[in-house]
């Protein structure tokens, strides 16, 4: 059965600074990783998807890697700014679709 | 932790028939609900927020009538993919709002619908 995992769970950081999410997963037969973000009361907002056979996938300042093989992928956040506070999670799609708990981010002005 | 339900798991249907699917948050009431949908190779992508006794509000690109969603009660509500056609075929996955906390979202486990 697939698992995922997210650390750290919470993290707060002053504003400019570059950050890491990372996201682990037990199964590494997977289709796709994504990564979203999900703003309080709101539905997931897709950032990056990494497609199975991809090492990582950039947008902006959001930069994702993936490495199935140790079952592991992050999510760099550069030049954090306050509108970038939220919670994220990773989900991979495999024979299931799972996510991750999530990390909750907040850029404190 | 929070349980949310999915019904059918996989449903295989012809082309013009309707579908409904079934999103039940088991132990908490949820106000609101989310549905999603994943075609293969792309991205998870929101559909549409459900809101119990309201109308559900619909992402861009998605069209209302052939998507109905109805939230009549605290813990269901029902998407239904009428006339469904072939490039319906999709991953559809329903989320719903705790209200507990920090508004914490709990995922069902999705239906996966094949229209042929």
């Known amino acids: 059965k697939q698992e995922v995992t997210q650390i750290p769970a919470a993290l707060s950081v002053p504003e400019g600074e570059n950050l890491v999410l990372n996201c682990s997963f037990t199964?590494?037969?997977?289709?796709?990783l994504q990564w979203f973000r999900q703003d309080p009361g709101k539905g997931l907002t897709s950032l990056l998807l990494?497609?199975?056979?991809?090492r990582e996938q950039t947008s902006g300042r959001l930069n994702a890697s993936l490495d199935k093989s140790s079952g592991r992928s992050t999510l760099y956040i550069a030049a954090s700014q306050p509108g970038d506070s939220a919670t994220y999670l990773c989900a991979v799609s495999g024979e299931n679709f799972v996510f991750g708990p999530g990390t909750r981010l907040s850029v404190l002005p | 932790g929070a349980v949310v339900s999915q019904h059918p798991s996989r449903v295989i249907c012809k082309s013009g028939t309707s579908v409904k699917i079934e999103c039940r948050s088991l132990d908490f009431q949820a106000t609101t609900m989310f549905w999603y949908r994943q075609f293969p190779k792309q991205s998870l992508m929101l559909m549409a927020t459900s809101n119990e006794g309201s109308k559900a509000t619909y992402e861009q690109g998605v069209e209302k009538d052939k998507f109905l969603i109805n939230h009549a009660s605290l813990t269901l509500s029902t998407l239904t993919v009428t006339s469904a056609h072939p490039e319906d075929s999709s991953f559809y996955i329903c989320?719903?709002?705790?209200?507990?906390?920090?508004?914490?979202?709990?995922f069902g486990p999705g239906t996966r619908l094949t229209v042929l």
């Open positions: 989320s719903a709002l705790s209200g507990r906390g920090y508004n914490e979202q709990f």
């Open positions: 199964d590494s037969a997977i289709y796709n």
């Open positions: 990494i497609q199975s056979s991809q």
